[in-house]
């Protein structure tokens, strides 16, 4: 009799293993949402760890998605799946709910990131090589465009900057032509591109404001930044900021500071300095500079908590074991921690009571409270670097 | 190098400039030697750091490729001397003042002999 139960369980058992392994619904996804999931990316080993922000934890790992240095990732706007775009011009959909790839190109040789279209039907991959955009149907990731950033004579230049913008449009900067480009996929058989020429040189990064109306270019071979109104794009590019950059003293620049997390708290925007151990802080109504931070290297990310109450700032390399925390009414610096060699990047929760801190050299992704200001968990992951949370997917140019 | 040099001088030429490398390298060596946990941390650096802008598989990002069929021009000197003082054109960094000679040069040869294998 007793074996007789066995074997009924280990049938019941079987029949579970089979179902799971062929793909059949499973109880355990039709019944939670992703809401509170998210992944970081293993960039050595070419996998995504999918995290829980609710039970702080790491969930299940995914691996075989190519060369993931320098990589990040957008969400569709349903939460479940990760569009993570690798170095080596590989585009991966991650399914989060059943853990595993749906879906896996390699698009180009080397690419930067990508964006995902205003009504989350296309996916835009920026790329080095060959220099241009390339955009897919996100479903399927079947090509629909190819954009060539042809700079005028037959070459190529190099793509950085892309971000999402209201309207269907894509708009991202050429880094060695010095322009950017204005994407329009209102009808995505033709798709109408708009070129702002001498924008400055080398714009090496740029952001676009969370209300979709600004876009800005940081410019790596001269001062000053190059703003876009995207509610006025007739009036074309304006310069604004003629101090910002790496101004007379140029210092030698290790890495370059990343503008898609540029904090904007209140009524300030917080920039990572160009090569100077200072954060800038700009009115974001009238884009004049109100002050600077000293801090303790060349930042590389500046992020608000939510709420715009903190923002938090990692440094490049050689003194990137470190992490401060500006307080915003005061503009001081609240905390320095130092957790490690490599700390790499810095994620909120949507509301704002934790952020996830990756630190790569110590393969560990920290979780700090940021009311009692300590970790409250640190989770393994094999050289953690970026951090991409859901609620991305509900946001413009994230 | 001309394709009308005899063989046997350009092979004669080779191993001059080869045996001049080994005696500046000697030399250098002598006085900053590298141990080989520096080499490893010099290692993790290239990959990592380097790889910021040139790809942590050293395949090109931002910047070129720094793989050996670029540097086939370039002589060890050379690439120790872009590393250390950068190229104000570009956006290489100066990395004088965060790495020696010695650690420079070590990365040279490196980059123009190991290829993209970590």
Known sequence: ?398 | MPSTILPGWAERCGTMVLAGTFALMSATVSAEPISPERMASLDHLLHQDCGSCHGMTLQGGLGPALLPERFTDWDIESIADMILYGNPEKAMPPWEGLLSQADARYLAERIKSKGPNR
């Not at chain 1, 050595?44 to 998605?65: F, H, K, N, P, Q």
């Open chain 1, 1 to 398: 009799m007793t074996n007789f139960r066995n074997l009924l369980r280990i049938a019941a058992v079987v029949t579970v293993v089979l179902l799971s392994a062929s793909g059949a619904p499973r109880a355990d996804i039709a019944l939670y949402g992703t809401g509170d999931l998210g992944i970081v990316i293993e960039r050595a080993a070419g996998s995504v760890v999918i995290i829980d922000t609710t039970d702080v934890t790491a969930r299940s790992r995914v691996e075989g998605l190519g060369d993931l240095s320098h990589a990040s990732a957008v969400f569709s706007r349903d939460g479940r799946y990760a569009y993570v775009f690798g170095r080596d011009g590989g585009l991966t959909k991650v399914d989060l709910l059943r853990a595993r790839i749906s879906k896996r190109i390699v698009q180009s040789g080397n690419s930067i990131g990508g964006a995902i279209s205003q009504d989350g039907t296309l996916i835009a991959v920026s790329n080095y090589k060959p220099g241009g955009v390339r955009v897919f149907d996100a479903k399927t990731l079947d090509p629909v465009a190819d954009i060539p950033a042809d700079m005028g004579d037959g070459t190529l230049s190099k793509v950085v900057g892309l971000v999402d913008a209201p309207g269907q449009q894509f708009i991202f900067s050429l880094w060695d032509a010095g322009e950017i480009w204005i994407a329009d996929f209102m009808d995505r058989a033709q798709p109408k591109i708009r070129k702002y020429k001498n924008v400055g040189k080398n714009p090496y990064d740029a952001l676009i404001t969370s209300d979709g109306r600004y876009y800005v270019a940081g410019l790596f071979g001269e001062d000053g930044l190059a703003k876009l109104d995207l509610w006025a794009p007739d009036k074309g590019v304006a310069r604004i900021l003629d101090h910002y950059g790496r101004g007379e003293e140029k210092l030698p620049v290790y890495k370059m500071p990343h503008l898609e997390g540029w904090a904007k708290a209140g009524d300030y925007l917080f920039l990572p300095a160009v090569g100077h151990h200072e954060v800038l802080v700009v009115d974001a109504n009238t884009w004049q500079e109100v002050t600077r931070i000293p801090v303790h290297g060349q930042p590389i990310f500046a992020v608000a908590r939510p709420d715009g109450r903190q923002v938090w700032v990692n440094f490049a390399h050689p003194l990137n074991d470190t992490l401060q925390v500006i307080d915003v009414p005061t503009m001081q610096i609240a905390q320095t921690y130092t957790p490690g060699k490599a700390v790499l990047h810095m994620e909120f929760t949507p509301r704002g009571e934790q952020v996830w801190v990756s630190v790569r050299d110590e393969d560990r992704v920290d979780v700090y409270d940021t009311r009692t200001m300590k970790v409250i968990k640190s989770i393994a992951a094999d050289k953690p670097s970026g951090i991409f949370l859901t609620a991305r997917a509900g946001r413009i140019g994230l």
